[in-house]
């Protein structure tokens, strides 16, 4: 049974026993601000576990797509992933614990087919101070559901997953741990349960991969341990209790359940295998990165693994709206891109590659999802255009890097790494790591000192003029400022005049005014000169830039503006990649990141007005306009 088969047959079955069947929330949740993502099936319905009535009434099932952004660094093992879907059901005081248990176990036997015997569970200890007893209830069914299977579950308590791995197995099927491991509120443990809040014990199901499996460096095997050989699946919320204003514990009225059980997990467990990436949502996916790199998943596995994983979340994140940016979510999206391409490289794909494997994604997830069907193609332009607009970028950061190998990386130089090649402070430790790159000890403090710099001159400059001819650093300003390197360079193809230079510029909300050193235009040129800006922005070309000492820059033909004194090292600005740079010019920036941006709204560039500004100097005022505007 394939994952897609799996996620099916649990709504089926869920169904059956009277379950209804809601749709997924997005994984930006408007109406909770505490969290960025959905990273868990249960946080969308908290509401109504919390005592709110459900339209769809008091059992409710769905597949919950989820994201959690702090497992990004633990992604490329064999099981953790940033995005997962977590299948669910809830009851609001309609079951509890006897039905919830045998509905899971039955499921996961009968309708997956697992071998009970690779099955084992944990319960809760109970708390003496707290006067929360053992869940024997709990452990007392699970009994009874192996014994229907023939098989004798001996209950072992080991309270701590410490003591577990001291102690081991011991024979046990089924394992008593503290509120570390089995407790489920708002704030974790017990002492730590909200006021006010429901909470009670938890009852998890793992799957047993074999002594095979077992890292003997974390100590003796049991299920709470990440040694390798058992793997969470399942984990089965009893909500009874409520805390009072004293801290003390009362048993609730209504008894909820909240179950959630990762489908990724389930379904490598279907296959028995403890490699979630061998699974159907992401063998084709590792499959395409086989054929464009050449290379084999058994000698790039991690690679992969992340590739593979950070591209299913992108591609979700786009399915519900979000796009790349600096802020919140779309900075999360962005570093997962980011990230992703990052590994690209050490597969040997330096070319564009999201355009050939973010369909691969879409067609796994269309027949379940129709918001995927209903908006790939926006979902590939979302993404494609963030890959043009960093891959080169991303080309200068790693050799840069390259000069930190022998002194080791401090704050000021990860600032420049930031702020000059656009890399994450993430991606720079992580990749320093990689390198074996020492790291400063006060790095993060002097990073942030020159972040903290960067935002007051920021603030102080906008109180100004700004230099580069702008009179501001608005959206439109950095789009009119871009339009102007691209007319530059359509003028010294058009015109074949490789010695054209600019002679002044000024950029406003409205217009640009860019002066450069030639003849008068003929129609017919002014015209061609229009055409390739155009062309040039439909081809939604990467704007990057990187620094060089200023010798180098202009050995290597960077354009200046005329009469410009530089210092010893300059910003060069790129239009373009590899082989289709359109303009490479000294440039304090900023700009657009790509430039398909300026054609954002239908907008097209037109020259309004060429005109003599002085004795040899041409003036050109251009505008972005809507296509069909006169």
Not at 325 to 331: L, P, V
Not at 369 to 378: G, T
Not at 412 to 435: C, H, I, R, W
Not at 457 to 464: L, V
């Amino acid at each position: 049974m394939n994952t897609q088969e799996i996620r099916q047959k649990y709504l089926e079955f869920c169904q059956r026993n009277g379950h209804a069947i809601i749709e997924r929330a997005p994984l930006m949740l408007h109406n909770d601000p505490t969290t960025l993502f959905t990273g868990s099936g249960m946080q969308p319905l908290l509401p109504y576990l919390l005592g709110q009535d459900h339209p769809q009434g008091t059992k409710l099932a769905d597949s919950q797509t989820c994201l959690r952004a702090q497992d990004i660094e633990d992604v490329g093992d064999n099981r953790h992933t940033t995005f997962f879907e977590m299948l669910g059901n809830w009851s609001m005081g309609e079951y509890f614990k006897r039905q919830q248990i045998e509905w899971f176990f039955e499921f996961l036997t009968e309708i997956v087919g697992l071998d009970p015997h690779k099955i084992y569970v944990s319960c809760f200890i109970g708390d003496e101070k707290n006067n929360i007893p053992r869940d024997d209830e709990a452990a007392q069914i699970w009994q009874e559901v192996f014994a229907k299977k023939g098989i004798e579950a001996k209950i072992v308590e080991l309270d701590s997953a410490e003591n577990g791995d001291k102690l081991g197995m011991q024979g046990g099927r089924i394992f008593f741990y503290n509120d570390k491991e089995n407790w489920w509120s708002r704030g974790g443990g017990i002492d730590s349960t909200p006021i006010g809040d429901p909470c009670g014990p938890d009852s998890e199901v793992f799957y047993d991969f074999g002594e095979q499996h077992h890292d003997v460096s974390f100590g003796q095997a049991h299920p709470a341990s990440d040694s390798g050989r058992f793997m969470e699946i399942g984990n089965q919320v009893f909500m009874q209790y409520r805390r009072l204003d004293d801290g003390s514990f009362e048993p609730l009225k209504r008894k909820n359940v909240d179950f959630g059980g990762g489908l990724e997990r389930i379904a490598a467990a279907a296959i028995d295998s403890p490699d979630v990436f061998k699974i159907s949502l992401l063998q084709p996916i590792i499959r395409k990165l086989e054929s464009l790199s050449g290379k084999e998943y058994a000698t790039h596995t991690a690679s992969m693994r992340v590739i593979a994983d950070h591209l299913r979340a992108a591609v979700f994140l786009a399915v519900d709206g979000c796009v790349p940016s600096n802020k919140e979510q779309g900075y999360v999206m962005r570093r997962l891109l980011r990230r992703a391409i990052r590994y690209s490289f050490d597969l040997g794909i330096e070319q564009n590659f999201l355009e050939e494997v973010v369909p691969v994604i879409a067609d796994l997830y269309e027949a379940d999802f129709p918001e995927v069907k209903e908006n790939r193609e926006q979902i590939i332009a979302v993404l494609v255009k963030e890959e043009k607009a960093f891959r080169q970028t991303l080309r200068k950061g790693l050799r840069q890097m390259q000069q930190y190998i022998d002194d080791g990386l401090t704050g000021e130089e990860l600032f420049t790494l930031y702020d000059t090649f656009g890399f994450p402070v993430e991606l720079s430790t992580e990749e320093a790591y990689k390198q074996g790159i020492k790291l400063s000890d006060n790095w993060r403090a002097e990073f942030d000192a020159r972040m903290a710099e960067q935002r007051q001159r920021s603030k102080t400059a906008r109180k100004g003029q700004f230099s580069g001819g702008l009179e501001g650093h608005d959206p439109i300003h950095l789009k009119y400022h871009t339009a102007t390197h691209l007319l530059g360079a359509a003028l010294r193809k058009v015109l074949k005049a490789p010695d054209l230079q600019q002679h002044g510029s000024n950029i406003t909300s409205e217009r640009l005014r860019f002066d450069f050193n030639h003849d008068k235009l003929t129609l017919e040129e002014k015209q061609a000169v229009e055409d390739q800006v155009n062309a040039w922005i439909d081809a939604d070309l990467p704007v990057s830039f990187a620094v060089y000492p200023t010798d180098e820059a202009l050995k290597m033909g960077a354009i200046g503006a005329f009469g410009e004194r530089y210092g010893d090292k300059v910003k060069v600005y790129s239009i373009g990649e590899g082989d289709n740079i359109v303009s490479f010019e000294v440039c304090g920036g900023p700009h657009v990141e790509h430039t398909g941006v300026l054609a954002e709204g239908g907008k097209r560039f037109k020259i309004t007005k060429e005109e003599s500004s002085s004795a040899g100097i041409r003036r050109i005022k251009a505008i972005l306009v809507q296509q069909d505007s006169h």
